[in-house]
């Protein structure tokens, strides 16, 4: 059998055209219909222009178009990492479970994790990220502060268990990730460290074609204090986005902040009042009439499962919880609803008649905007019973308040005041300040000045190499196909002749500007299928070639070529003439990182 050792490294390609590149010597299986599996634009036109072919659920293999564009993305990814400063690393896909469980994250990302058993018996992770990774390397390398600041990084394949798989690219079983791990000294250096990614960052983005804008992220699973997510509009997107365009304030829905206010204060009333509310287990029943409790004077009370106790969390009646701020506020992802028999085991009553007054046997968290408040109405737990005249401060004994709501459209911003958008958009990158929770698990210490020994300070970048080819895509199409980028396509230019008898004039003309072009280090293509002219066109706008040079005798006869830029209109030239246009076209439509 071949070796395999190779497999899943990629050095860095040499983007230029091979001889004789010519569509006949290619695969491009252009469809003229949708594949039924593709849902979003993205991963239709991904099929149909023949960039990648599906193996089964969440995992695909790219075929030449494809990997040209992904290798360019890879490039760009590359050499801004470089500019930064981040030195190359590759890493095993196969990681030792040991250092998962050394980390706590063998139970906190257990649902995404692969794990694989060798003839001994032995357990392995199939790399979804490389935290532990890279601080066992740091442990045995970095011994002095003189060492540091210092950042690695790779370009590699990830697998993580998705439950559902979907949209080609976007979330699959197996993908392309650069990750990227900085160690410092300290906290203030570290940040500096995060700034360089986080511009650098900008800079990829931005030159892969990509409208984009950072917003405030949760760190989830991964862990740290500080974290930003790159997110590029678009309504197919996963993640919502709350944004706001007087002060540019942004955050993912996750994280996201508003200046609504808190309950309005009321005196504090005569004490809790029990009241038989039978069948009444909604907020919108207790709302109706006989009892008419509008929603934003009841407290909404839910039971989850975290390390294996019940935890009560209270949002008022109108809020809907926010379980990624729930996790940062009980410090653990691991939790889940609590199932119905182990409510009523718990609190003697079933959903819909739940409360915290006089619960002292768990803990008990509150959203900020119920603090302070008076005459609320609670379940009771008891079935078929609320209380009245509740007051939080008197009545709940509350461990912990914090930020549990999930921000919706039109609040006030907490920064300007004005009101809040959402808008989905897809993430591309994400970068994480982690502070010294992996470097003191796994002894990644440093001695500093003093003669003292202290763990070093870590950051975490990632970019979704895969997923970022597919974002460009969704950002930029039109309904003849895609429009790539110049940076990124994978030929900027395709030539088109429109007779391809090898003596013709037409075919003579379009070798020699094929020819020129690729000496001017230019990507180009050459059409040479015995098809009809719009059956050429159509495949060039489907593949999405940012510029066409259209070749035929009645052109010719007029001592032109017909040069198009994707979405512009044709451009005759003269043929002598079409090598400078074309460069003076490539110059123009080349994204600049900002």
């Not at 071949?2 to 010519?22: F, L």
């Not at 429109?498 to 293509?525: C, F, H, N, W």
Request: net charge neutral.
């Amino acid at each position: 059998m071949p070796d395999g050792n190779s497999i899943g490294k990629r050095p860095c390609p040499v983007h230029t055209s091979p001889p004789d590149m010519k569509w006949t010597k290619s695969l491009i299986p252009t469809l003229k219909e949708t594949p039924a599996e593709a849902e979003i634009v993205s991963h239709k036109l991904l099929l149909r222009a023949g960039l990648i072919r599906k193996l089964t659920g969440g995992l695909y293999t790219f075929l030449p178009l494809g990997l040209r564009t992904l290798h360019k993305i890879e490039q760009i990814i590359r050499e801004e990492m470089n500019r930064a400063g981040a030195l190359e690393v590759l890493m095993p896909t196969f990681q030792p479970s040991e250092i998962w469980q050394q980390s706590g994250r063998y139970e906190t990302a257990a649902d995404v994790l692969y794990k694989v058993r060798d003839r001994a018996k032995k357990e392995w992770i199939l790399s979804p990220t490389a935290e532990e990774v890279i601080t066992s390397l740091a442990a045995g390398e970095i011994n002095s502060y003189r060492q540091l600041p210092i950042n690695f990084y790779q370009v590699s394949i990830k697998f993580r268990d998705e439950i559902r798989p979907r949209f080609g690219l976007m979330r699959a079983k197996e993908f392309i990730m650069k990750d990227a791990y900085s160690f410092d000294v300290s906290d203030e250096a570290a940040m500096g460290s995060y700034r360089k990614m986080y511009d650098a960052y900008k800079r990829i983005f931005d030159r892969c074609g990509l409208k984009n804008f950072p917003v405030e992220a949760d760190t989830g699973v991964i862990g740290g204090n500080y974290s930003h997510e790159f997110m590029v509009p678009a309504e197919t997107g996963e993640n919502d986005v709350v944004f706001c365009e007087g002060c540019g304030y942004a955050a993912n829905v996750e994280k996201a902040a508003s200046g609504i206010p808190k309950t309005a204060p009321r005196e504090i009333g005569p004490a809790i009042e029990k009241f038989a509310t039978p069948g009444v287990v909604t907020i919108e029943a207790l709302s109706k009439a006989p009892y008419s409790v509008p929603a934003n004077r009841q407290i909404k009370t839910l039971i989850y499962i975290a390390d294996s106790k019940p935890i009560l969390v209270l949002v008022r009646g109108d809020d809907q919880l926010n379980e990624a701020k729930l996790a940062s506020a009980i410090g653990t992802t691991i939790f889940r609803p609590a199932e119905a028999q182990e409510i009523s085991d718990a609190l003697g009553a079933h959903p819909g008649s739940l409360g915290a007054v006089g619960v002292t046997k768990f803990s008990v968290y509150a959203d900020e905007r119920l603090r302070g408040a008076n005459d609320m109405t609670t379940g009771a737990n008891e079935d078929g019973f609320h209380f009245r005249n509740v007051s939080i401060d008197r009545d709940i004994q509350v461990t912990k308040w914090a930020d549990l709501r999930t921000v919706t459209k039109g609040e006030p911003c907490a920064k300007c005041g004005k009101p809040l958008k959402i808008q989905r958009a897809i993430e591309v990158g994400h970068v994480f300040k982690l502070g010294t929770n992996y470097s003191e698990k796994l002894n990644a210490m440093f001695l500093a000045e003093d003669g003292q020994r202290y763990p070093c300070v870590m950051g975490c970048y990632g970019i979704g190499v895969t997923r970022t080819l597919q974002a460009v895509i969704e950002q930029s199409n039109d309904k003849d196909g895609i429009v790539w980028p110049v940076s990124v396509a994978p030929y900027t230019v395709c030539i088109t002749p429109l007779s391809v008898a090898p003596d013709s004039a037409v075919m003579k003309l379009a070798e020699q500007l094929y020819s020129d072009l690729t000496a001017r280090g230019v990507d180009v293509i050459l059409d040479d299928r015995d098809e009809r002219p719009g059956v050429k066109f159509k495949d060039a706008d489907l593949v999405g070639f940012p510029i066409r040079i259209g070749i035929g005798e009645k052109s010719l006869a007029k001592g032109e070529v017909e040069i198009k830029p994707r979405t512009g209109a044709v451009q005759p030239v003269k043929p002598e003439e079409a090598v400078e246009r074309v460069l003076s076209l490539i110059a123009e439509l080349t994204p600049r990182a900002s």
